[in-house]
């Protein structure tokens, strides 16, 4: 059974930086893309896509909104994927999950991967993040 569990959330001032961490069972980290979505408060209910990792380690994806401020890695040994935050904005206050689904067919995929959130069927619980002074 896949499962995700996702921990690493605080509250950090404007900033500063925090590094979440998205724990996997039932798989490996390389054996499927992972992606990490936030859904911030408010009356929106779609989660936005931030970062993904293709699993044949091919290159990292970031949202223009976090490019260059956020970096995700993994470490098969231990079954998890990191994000790491720095810099953090008030606009970055959100719950974060991880999530992981399918293997995307083309050879695209093999190389890259994607932050849709259709192409996801298994998520986390999440884990809240609040930027504030």
């Known amino acids: 059974q896949v499962q995700l569990v996702e921990s690493g959330g605080d509250l950090v001032q404007p900033g500063g930086s925090l590094r979440l961490a998205c724990v996997v069972s039932?798989?490996?980290?390389?054996?499927?893309?992972i992606a990490w979505f936030r859904r911030a408060p408010g009356p929106r209910e779609e989660r936005e896509g931030v970062?993904?990792?293709?699993?044949?380690?091919?290159?990292?994806y970031y949202a223009d909104s976090v490019q260059g401020r956020f970096t995700i890695s993994r470490d098969n040994a231990k079954n998890t994927v990191y994000r790491q935050m720095n810099n953090l904005k008030p606009e970055d206050t959100a719950v974060y999950y991880c999530?992981?689904?399918?293997?995307?067919?083309?050879?695209?995929?093999?190389?890259?991967?994607?932050?849709?959130?259709?192409?996801?069927?298994?998520w986390g619980q999440g884990t809240q993040v609040t930027v504030s002074s």
């Open positions: 999530a992981t689904g399918p293997i995307l067919q083309g050879s695209y995929f093999d190389t890259y991967c994607t932050i849709l959130s259709g192409e996801y069927d298994s």
């Open positions: 970062a993904c990792i293709n699993k044949n380690d091919g290159f990292p």
């Open positions: 039932g798989f490996t980290p390389d054996n499927y893309d």
